[in-house]
């Protein structure tokens, strides 16, 4: 049989195959790995389709809350139906407010026009003549007024003094001042009672002569 010599460039030596036996390993490997490593998306996508979902109390699947940040819009129907409610309410509700105003304005009023209210004894007397008497530019103090009160009479409205001169003229002193009838009726003040003995309208006509003669009540200090 004729030999046969390959070329020198056709010659495969065992360190060539041994050399491309080693790169076709190395190029497989490199391959696999590649393979085998999911790219940075892949495994966020993976992650991302393994989220856990909420479950309620049951165990069943919690319903899905969807938030919005879209503003509510009102129908135009619903508006208009809205607005003319307000529209019809409004004139009740001035109305209303009128009427609780005119309420307080007349109980402000009847309170107003109610008289002050005053005991019936020797405080009460003092304390309506002092009323009285600041109404008429009159002076006087309560001091003064119970302190005279005591002396003359002890505070009692029907005492009547008769022995003194007056009494033996016929004209005798009488009321919480001891006060006689033609003092009375000339110091009387408008707005009381024309009884000598009545309380309040013996102390405000002594009061007012007391001023007319010493300036005050609170100047007398003994009979006068």
Known sequence: MPSFTLPRTARITTTHKVATAVLVAAGATTALAVTAQPSTAQATASHASVAVKPVSANGMPAPVQVKSDAPKVAHPAIEAVAAQVKAQDAPKK???????????????????????????????????????????????????????????????????????????????????????????????????????????????????????????????????
């Open 94 to 224: 001035a109305h209303t407010a009128k009427q609780a105003a005119n309420r307080s304005t007349e109980r402000k009023a009847v309170r107003k026009a109610e008289p002050k209210r005053y005991a019936n004894n020797l405080d009460g007397w003092i304390r309506q003549s002092l009323d009285i008497m600041k109404a008429k530019g009159i002076p006087g103090t309560y001091e003064g007024l119970h302190r005279n009160i005591m002396r003359e009479s002890s505070g009692n409205p029907n005492a009547v003094n008769d022995w003194d001169i007056n009494a033996i003229n016929g004209i005798p002193s009488k009321g919480l001042l001891q006060v006689i009838q033609p003092t009375f009726d000339r110091f009387h003040v408008a707005g009381t009672a024309d009884n000598l003995t009545d309380p309040v309208a013996n102390i405000t006509a002594a009061a007012n002569y007391a001023a007319d003669r010493y300036g005050s009540i609170d100047n007398v200090n003994s009979a006068y």
